[in-house]
């Protein structure tokens, strides 16, 4: 079995973004800039964005943060938003979420500039993706497809199963894995009222559990030899710990690592590459790669 080390790549990735900052630099360019706008003081986002302006650092980006109490109005945020969208000196930002109810993502979202738009969340963006044309993909699936392909998980023609439907994951995650550009694969989507789940996901050849059930995929759902992705990190009560919490995956790692061909572990697996693949998108975005 192949344990898919999803820090270690992550960590290769950010040393080659650094490198290619250092030659941009070097040559009298700019160095690519990252915006977040944090809204609260969730402990979830607080982390996520906390990281995020620690990975800046390690590409050798510049990275501003701009933070609002959750009793921000849509039209102040909607504000910023096209300020930003206006500062020629950003090259992409995110909204991190969840929002606080008052305000709708989905507006948020649309009214991002697209070409800046870096979480890939934007429907322009969205549409892009799902015929092929170059954008800014959605980090979590820009992530599997990395980490599939840095250990040479072979795609093409397999069958694939994604567990979980959802905009950010399951939905890009399908589409991708079915593109000739990108995974190739035949692709199965599973959800809430699929019928013979267990069978179905047994016939993966790569298996990739996007559903925040911990311990969902058990040995028997899963075919000897098969690529399992663990997407999933539900936070589950665990005294033991100092934060008296534990991140759990939707596999039940310990029993199917003997199944598999190659797994990822949680944490360790899909969670590091997805700030990485802001990253990624972010230096894009100062190449100007997608929208020139
Ligand atoms: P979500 O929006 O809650 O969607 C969950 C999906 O799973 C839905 O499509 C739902 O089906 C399906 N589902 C739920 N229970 C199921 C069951 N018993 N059988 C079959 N399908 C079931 O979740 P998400 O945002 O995609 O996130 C999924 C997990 O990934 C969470 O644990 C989340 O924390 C994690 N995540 C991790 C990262 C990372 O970077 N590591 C990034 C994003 C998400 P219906 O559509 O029928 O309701």
């Known amino acids: 079995m192949t344990l898919i080390d999803g820090k270690a790549t992550a960590r290769t990735i950010k040393q080659e973004i ?29 982390t996520y964005v906390k990281n995020k302006v620690l990975a800046c650092k390690e590409c050798g980006f510049e990275s501003t943060l701009i933070r609002y109490e959750d009793d921000v109005t849509e039209d102040e945020l909607l504000a910023c ?42 429907p322009v963006n969205v549409g892009r993706m799902a015929i092929g044309l170059p954008c800014y993909i959605s980090a979590t699936p820009l992530g599997i497809l990395q980490l599939l392909r840095r250990h040479g998980v072979e795609t093409s ?24 550009q990108y995974g190739d694969a035949t692709v199965t989507v599973l959800h809430s009222h699929s019928r013979d789940l267990k069978e179905e996901c047994r016939r993966a050849d790569i298996l990739i559990a996007a559903i925040g ?6 040995a028997d759902m899963v075919k000897p030899g098969a690529t399992v992705i663990d997407v999933g990190t539900t936070r589950v009560a665990d005294p033991s710990r100092p934060r008296g919490y534990r991140l759990s995956g939707d596999v039940d790692f310990e029993a199917v690592k003997d199944v598999a ?32």
């Open 261 to 292: 061909g190659a797994i990822t572990p949680v944490p360790g697996g899909v969670g590091p590459m997805t700030i990485c693949m802001l990253m990624l998108n972010t230096l894009a975005a100062g190449e100007r790669k997608y929208y020139p």
């Open 81 to 122: 938003v096209a300020r930003l969208n206006a500062d020629d000196s950003v090259d992409g930002f995110i909204v991190q979420l969840p929002l606080p109810a008052h305000i709708s993502e989905q507006r948020v979202i649309e009214a991002i500039d697209h070409r800046k738009d870096v979480d890939g969340f934007h």
């Open 213 to 218: 059930r911990p311990g969902f995929v058990t």
């Open 18 to 46: 650094a490198a290619r900052v250092a030659e941009i630099t070097a040559r009298g360019g700019k160095r690519p800039h990252l915006a977040a706008v944090l809204v609260g003081h969730d402990g979830g986002s607080e």
């Open 157 to 180: 023609g397999k069958h694939c199963v994604v567990l979980g439907r959802s905009n950010i994951v399951g939905k890009p995650m399908a589409s991708l894995m079915m593109q000739k």
